[in-house]
């Protein structure tokens, strides 16, 4: 759980403590912020679709540990999303929304099902390099045609241009996410025929965001279904390893590589790697393996 916020000066504060009078001469952010941002689910043992879609060792450390931080400037994204959430809700109608949900395995609140379309909707709040992924975008060099450098280290190499190009969406994740999702909604009686993420670009308009191929503010990214048994297998073994690591109080093995976004989220996006040897060592460029 996350115990403390890290204060514009970098000295870490009990979120209580924040919360009831800042220690420093005006507050970050407003007040009713902070107390957005401060707001956890507590873990009643069951795992959440989200903590599992995570890495184990990533979901038990912010269930065992008590002592976490984080900087509220960095969480101002995720407040976003849930301002975005809360906006759709009052919206949505007689359409089914933010409606928690739970089987044997896990818990899970799906954000709207439309019952015309048949479809499930999920709103993201995300990054162009994500939102590129899922899409199927990707940037590579293409050869210029009669175009080679004459001078310089690459003297007589062909000249190249970088190009957009589809390929394979790549959103492992949500996939696994919603259909999960889709599993719980169909069980209640709700058949889905589409997955669909509404996603909003938070670097949308930016010249990243346009080299990535990323030209729009928002966008409709349709989710393929993955065969029942594959997700139902996934997310109950990861149920399993977390339940059991808890219960056992023993230290999952390190996050897969997928999971650890190459090793990036380690370095400066994981708020449980104070307690992860692989992590530390990584953000202090040590020499891992």
Request: aromatic share 8%.
């Amino acid at each position: 759980m996350i115990k403390y916020f890290i204060c514009p000066d970098g000295i870490k504060v009990e979120i209580e403590k924040c919360l009831t009078k800042c220690r420093m001469a005006e507050r970050c952010l407003s007040l009713p912020t902070l107390r957005s941002i401060a707001q956890q689910r507590p873990w009643k043992g069951k795992p959440s679709t989200t903590q599992l879609i995570k890495g184990t060792r990533e979901a038990y450390i912010e269930i065992i540990f008590d002592d976490l931080e984080e900087d509220p400037d960095d969480c101002m994204f995720r407040f976003l999303g849930t301002k975005v959430h809360l906006n759709l809700e009052e919206l949505t109608g007689d359409m089914l929304a933010e409606e928690k949900m739970e089987d044997k395995d896990l818990t899970g609140i799906f954000d709207l099902y439309d019952h015309e379309e048949k479809c499930l909707y999920d709103y993201k709040t995300s990054g162009s390099y994500k939102i590129a992924k899922a899409l199927g975008l990707k940037e590579i060099d293409i050869p210029v045609p009669g175009e080679f450098f004459k001078s310089g280290p690459r003297k007589g190499q062909q000249k190249t241009q970088k190009k957009i190009v589809q390929k394979e969406p790549d959103c492992r994740d949500w996939e696994l996410q919603l259909n999960k999702y889709r599993l719980m909604i169909e069980d209640a009686g709700f058949p889905v025929e589409r997955i669909k993420i509404e996603a909003i670009v938070r670097d949308g308009g930016t010249y990243l965001a346009k080299q990535r191929g990323i030209v729009k503010n928002s966008y409709i990214i349709p989710i393929r279904k993955l065969p029942d048994e594959e997700v139902k297998e996934y997310f109950a073994d990861k149920s399993k390893a977390l339940l059991d690591a808890i219960s056992k109080k023993e230290m999952p093995p390190i996050c897969s590589e997928d999971e650890r976004w190459g090793g990036n989220k380690c370095k400066g996006y994981c708020i449980a790697c104070k307690h992860c040897d692989y992590g530390m060592n990584l953000k202090a460029g040590k020499k891992i393996g």
